[in-house]
């Protein structure tokens, strides 16, 4: 089997177990909590939320925040669902060289040039973590919009005031290392800042964090968590809005004119956008040959490192006329002792530049324009 096909496969299992637990979750909340569906309806519909007419006596404010922060969640992914399912299947080798990449300010305003409205990010392999005490493992995330005042969820589109993730994550059983259950972590990101830190990023998360995360009392452990979460996330979102990003959607469906006998089902399959399947094998190659340690003159040790890439990085550019347009670069990693490399290996590590596709297959994916505003397909929206 083609490595590739293997690895849609994979990312095709992964998203399937998101799409059924949510479900079940949606189901669980309106069987057992009628009074929250119009609130479900208003968080997925990307409506103003107003606060239920009727809640039952035993429900504490502690307890209604917490189901409401649970039908946030059920909400997100109903949004992705209804704007296309579109998932970005992330070659494992650049996802890697992503997660190392490092950064100091963040422009606020890239996040206007993701290419897609409401994807979800599928992680070929998970980040570990430290969740209230045990060990967790990332397996990837949804993007969407937020209005704090009045608050509602929306769509990632020039209306939000901010940028949000929904962390999908696997708790692990402290014994045998078994997934034991599925949780979720939402965090907002300070996009309407011209630029920002880790810091400021982890800061602001934390100040708009959901209920749960206010009750607890040690701090340190939560701000961490965070950290862990958004340091990573956000290089993903940076190089999906760089220039020189390496996405590639799946061949182009053709639109038929007959006409059809029934409507299409909102249970479609997912729409795979390869992120990285060029750069990231040759990267891994690259890597791989020249991964060990020679011998040399010129250290102390008598050993000379063998050639290999340093973390690649974000680099902002100031371009057209009198340098007032900023574009944002990821810089692949570079090599070091270059000349040590065999000659019969590629050292490739340029991404090479695609123009993404402005289309939409099935014309209800809700796309994005060059420009970041909403995109004539969006008329076609189940």
Known sequence: MPNSHARALRTYDINEVFVQELKAREGQLRSNHVWIAPVLDQLSGGRV??????VPARFTLADQADLIDEASHVGIYRMWARRGRVTFDVNE???AELYRSTYKELPGRIFDHLPYINPLVVLPDPWPIRYQGSDGLVRGFFVHGYNQLPERQ???DEDIEGLGLLFVIDLLDDDTGEVRQQTYIRLHVPTGLRQFTLKQAV???AARAEARWARTPEEKPVLALFEALLKPALSILVYL???NRDVVEPPVVKPTRKKRKRPVQRDRDPFFVEVGWRVG????A???AAGRVTEGDGVPSGVQRAPHQRAGHFHRYWTGRKRTQEVTMFVEPHWVNFHLLPEDVDPITTVVPVDPQRHDPLRRRGLRSRTGKLSKALTYAA
Do not use: E, I, K, N
């Not at 939320?49 to 009727?54: A, C, G």
């Not at 094998?281 to 891994?284: C, D, E, G, S, V």
């Open 154 to 156: 929306t769509y990632t």
């Open 203 to 205: 800061g602001f998360a």
């Open 93 to 95: 080798h650049l996802a």
């Open 49 to 54: 939320v107003t606060p239920p007419r009727y």
């Open 241 to 243: 809005c760089c220039d």
């Open 281 to 284: 094998p040759r990267l891994h």
């Open 286 to 288: 690259a890597r791989r």
